[in-house]
């Protein structure tokens, strides 16, 4: 058709080419699970009855080879051992991790998720003695509450991490290395004294964990364990107290 009725007909638009999503690093997701960690079911999307079993034999499954492996170690642990203290078969576990080494390095790094959420938490609007404070207060909590995750971390440092350097690698470096320019911010703006960032890190764990990776040694010498409400606050008062009267600007 031509004249003035006639319409232009427009070739339609091809469609833009977005790059395809690239999936997120082991190190990323596993800082992502650090810094979300605790919230609660309410946040989360509704599951139905089948979701929500496997969801649970999943957990049970970490956490009898939590209790597993933080007592006998990767090479004295037994997939046999594993199923039974999670009340499955071992077909069923295996359906979920095809090996003993997979379910091993799956257990340290939702140990160690739990672990770097407390210091993944502070920021450099935080006020460095409130956000060191608690961050030892959480941690006791966790050498409390879940020693074994901290005595399996320990284990596997000891026999070299053959298995963990990637993680190690990743995301607990990922988040060091973020918080050891937090704490470099806070000593530059003159809010905290002039300490070493990685090293008051590093302390804050060997202080808190002591208390998970010995406490056999901390009950024979004091007679007494975090699990003693006063002894815990007692605890929580002596480190802080160590800690920051070490950092606080003079």
Same mark, same amino acid.
């Given at each position: 058709?031509t004249g003035?009725?006639?319409k232009?007909?427009k #070739?339609?638009?091809k469609?833009s080419?977005?790059?395809?999503?690239?999936?997120?690093s !082991? +190190?990323?997701?596993l800082?992502?699970?650090a810094q979300?960690?605790g919230?609660?079911?309410?946040?989360?999307?509704?599951?139905g009855?089948?979701?929500q079993a !496997?969801e649970?034999?999943k957990? +049970?499954?970490?956490?009898g080879a939590?209790?597993v492996?933080?007592?006998q170690?990767?090479?004295?642990?037994?997939?046999e +051992? %594993?199923?039974q203290?999670?009340?499955i078969?071992?077909a069923?576990?295996?359906?979920?991790?095809?090996s003993?080494? +997979?379910?091993?390095?799956?257990v340290l790094?939702? !140990?160690l998720?739990r672990w770097?959420?407390p $210091?993944?938490?502070?920021t450099e609007?935080?006020d460095?003695?409130?956000?060191?404070?608690? $961050?030892i207060?959480a941690?006791?909590?966790?050498?409390r509450?879940?020693?074994e995750v901290s005595?399996l971390?320990?284990l596997e440092m000891?026999?070299g991490a053959p298995l $963990?350097?990637p993680?190690?690698a990743g #995301?607990?470096k990922?988040v060091?290395?973020?918080k050891?320019a @937090?704490?470099r911010?806070? @000593?530059a703006?003159?809010?905290?004294?002039p300490?070493d #960032?990685?090293?008051? %890190?590093?302390? %804050?764990w060997?202080?808190?964990q002591?208390?998970?990776d010995?406490?056999?040694q @901390?009950?024979?010498l004091? !007679?007494?364990s975090l699990?003693?409400?006063a002894?815990?606050?007692?605890?929580?008062a002596a480190?802080?107290a160590?800690?920051?009267?070490?950092v606080r600007?003079?």
């Amino acid at each position: 058709m031509t004249g003035p009725a006639a319409k232009t007909v427009k #070739p339609p638009r091809k469609a833009s080419a977005r790059p395809a999503a690239k999936p997120a690093s !082991g +190190a990323r997701k596993l800082v992502k699970a650090a810094q979300t960690l605790g919230e609660t079911e309410a946040a989360q999307a509704p599951r139905g009855r089948r979701a929500q079993a !496997g969801e649970a034999r999943k957990a +049970a499954i970490l956490k009898g080879a939590l209790a597993v492996f933080a007592r006998q170690g990767l090479d004295g642990a037994s997939v046999e +051992a %594993i199923a039974q203290a999670a009340g499955i078969s071992k077909a069923n576990l295996l359906y979920y991790h095809p090996s003993k080494e +997979a379910l091993y390095v799956a257990v340290l790094e939702q !140990g160690l998720s739990r672990w770097l959420a407390p $210091l993944a938490r502070f920021t450099e609007a935080d006020d460095p003695a409130d956000a060191i404070a608690a $961050l030892i207060a959480a941690k006791l909590v966790l050498s409390r509450d879940h020693p074994e995750v901290s005595r399996l971390f320990a284990l596997e440092m000891l026999r070299g991490a053959p298995l $963990l350097k990637p993680v190690l690698a990743g #995301p607990l470096k990922a988040v060091f290395d973020a918080k050891v320019a @937090v704490v470099r911010a806070w @000593v530059a703006a003159g809010r905290l004294a002039p300490v070493d #960032p990685p090293h008051l %890190i590093f302390a %804050i764990w060997a202080l808190t964990q002591h208390y998970a990776d010995f406490a056999v040694q @901390v009950r024979a010498l004091s !007679g007494k364990s975090l699990s003693d409400k006063a002894f815990m606050d007692e605890t929580l008062a002596a480190v802080t107290a160590l800690v920051l009267d070490g950092v606080r600007v003079r």
